[in-house]
């Protein structure tokens, strides 16, 4: 008969086992890079959010960030969020030919309390940062093999000079094969691959914005590296709710994702969630969040349309998501923007 004793060592020693077997299984963080055209819409501002939160968690380590829209106030804004986030040393890299993009929101970096930022940042104009190809390459050549995600919302200019680039002075590697030897994944949000509102030819607007990049991207993005796209129709079918906005970022008396989402969208708008769910897939591609399309090929015609064809061997996939997914995803995303974050700026 097992005494008192005994099952207390027993069910110690379980314990220990069960605590040991998490360590081992643990994920290590996710690299992640975020290319981002921050600027028209806010579904960027709260995809950022969600990164920071991320790596407030543990589950991924924020690399840098490249914005692949022209605006003067895209880089301030950026480093204004990194900071607020407590992460300001994060590399910024912006475009320098792309289209240009005024915006309801980034006007914020310039507000002032007294004779302070209301958020502090050390970026003061766009002229004083890197291009994004420079900050990719230094990003990438830095970081193990096949070890990277990058996470595209929004034009695919600076993935598409990264592909083309030649080697310089940061890596004797040119972009395909830098891309091949550093990057696992990439996770981007553009297309539809179903009908949009009975449009069988709905042209999405991260295509329909820089055509020609997007075709360069999937022309010459190397087979070997996955592409997963998530289309319209899923952040469409998962909205932001507006009583998060409304209550859930109270811990602060000026938060920079809830002025952000007023500016752009008012309180009586549920914003689609189209950047936060490449994120999410980024992060946690195990989660069941999503399901996998078969494989298959991208292309994208002149006008903008995204076509998939399907392919055994395939680099291209997209999320896919029923309802009860939906349900999971816009729980999951209200948390992980809202959540305080662990080294708030002061």
């Known amino acids: 008969m097992v005494n008192e004793m005994s099952l207390r060592s027993i069910c110690g020693i379980v314990l220990a086992l069960l605590l040991l077997s998490e360590v081992s299984v643990a994920r290590e963080p996710v690299r992640v890079i975020f290319d981002t055209d921050i600027s028209g819409d806010v579904d960027d501002v709260l995809a950022l959010a969600m990164l920071h939160t991320l790596a407030d968690r543990g589950e991924c380590e924020l690399l840098a960030v490249t914005i692949s829209k022209i605006n003067p106030l895209t880089g301030p804004f950026t480093d204004a969020v990194n900071t607020f986030y407590g992460r300001g040393e994060i590399p910024i890299g912006v475009t320098r030919d792309a ?40 990003t990438l050549m830095a970081q193990p093999d096949h070890s990277v995600v990058l996470i595209q919302v929004g034009l695919a200019a600076n993935l598409a000079d990264l592909v083309e680039s030649k080697a310089d002075e940061i890596s004797p590697l040119s972009g395909k094969e830098l891309i091949r030897q550093k990057v696992s994944l990439v996770s981007v949000m553009a297309g539809a691959f179903e009908p949009i509102d009975g449009n069988q030819h709905f042209l999405e607007a991260n295509i329909r914005n820089g055509i020609k990049s997007m075709q360069r991207f999937v022309n010459q993005w190397p087979r070997e590296v996955p592409v997963i796209w998530s289309g319209f129709e899923i952040g469409i079918a998962v909205r932001y709710p507006r009583e998060s906005i409304a209550r859930d970022f109270s811990y602060r008396s000026h938060h920079i994702v809830r002025e952000a989402y007023l500016l752009h969208s008012g309180p009586e708008h549920d914003r689609p969630s189209w950047d936060l769910t490449s994120v999410l897939y980024a992060v946690r591609p195990d989660d069941g969040y999503f399901t996998l399309s078969q494989p298959g090929r991208v292309t994208v015609e002149d006008d903008g349309f995204l076509k998939f064809q399907p392919e055994e061997l395939g680099r291209d996939r997209y999320l896919e998501m029923n309802s009860e997914q939906a349900i999971r995803v816009r729980e999951v995303l209200r948390d992980l923007v809202s959540q305080p974050p662990a080294r708030c700026a002061p």
Request: charged share 45%.
């Open 99 to 138: 289209q240009r993009r005024e915006s309801r929101y980034l006007k914020l970096v310039n507000e002032k309390d007294g004779e302070e930022w209301r958020y502090p940042h050390d970026v003061r104009s766009n002229e004083d940062l890197p291009d994004a190809v420079t900050v990719l390459r230094k």
